[in-house]
């Protein structure tokens, strides 16, 4: 994966997000709390790709550029579904992701060949193309083309099985 500069990442997590954004526009509330047998909500999945309350993905960006080859943990089955988060409408939920990725996007862009080639221990990715010890270009590219993608097709499959029509 060769990695892009800042710039590049930005518009690559804006066309991304906008994308999983647009596919949720018009879901309703009793949908977006629905799960088919053993799978996510809606809501689950929008709250899972926000992360983790208190920061999100910026706690993780902010570590590569903050320690030497930080920790960064990630939690790939877990939904970041929080009390607080349950109680938010849909549209709310929708809110704090435009806003997450937004500020994401934006602080990327000012992002230095120097910084985006600082690296992470990521034991999470060991196993995956990214790889155990990504620059944060390569990790902040997963994030766009990898992470997100997986999960504009995961909502695609959530809401044909739930019986809704979603936008192509």
């Known amino acids: 994966m060769e ?10 997590i804006r066309r ?11 879901i309703d509330e009793a949908t977006a709390s629905r799960a088919p047998s053993g799978r996510w909500s809606p809501k689950e999945i929008v709250s899972h790709l926000s ?3 208190g920061g999100g993905f910026m706690t993780s960006i902010k570590a590569f550029l ?18 607080r988060r349950a109680r938010m409408s849909f549209a709310q939920l929708l809110e704090e992701f435009d806003k997450g990725y937004g500020a994401l ?14 690296k992470a221990h990521v034991e999470a990715l060991k196993e995956s193309p990214i790889g155990e010890y990504p620059t944060l270009a390569v990790f902040l590219q997963g994030v766009a083309e ?23």
């Not at 997000?17 to 526009?25: I, K, M, P, V």
């Not at 903050?66 to 009390?83: A, F, I, K, N, Y």
């Not at 934006?106 to 600082?118: D, T, Y």
């Open 3 to 12: 990695a892009m500069n800042g710039a590049q990442l930005s518009e690559a």
């Open 16 to 26: 991304k997000a906008g994308e999983f954004r647009r596919l949720c526009d018009g």
């Open 51 to 53: 992360g983790a309350e």
């Open 66 to 83: 903050d320690e030497d080859t930080p920790e960064v943990e990630l939690h790939p089955g877990q939904t970041q579904l929080s009390d």
């Open 105 to 118: 996007a934006e602080f990327v862009s000012g992002l230095s060949p120097q910084q985006l080639a600082r």
């Open 146 to 168: 990898s992470h997100i993608t997986f999960h504009i097709d995961h909502m695609r499959e959530i809401l044909q099985a739930l019986g809704k029509q979603t936008k192509a």
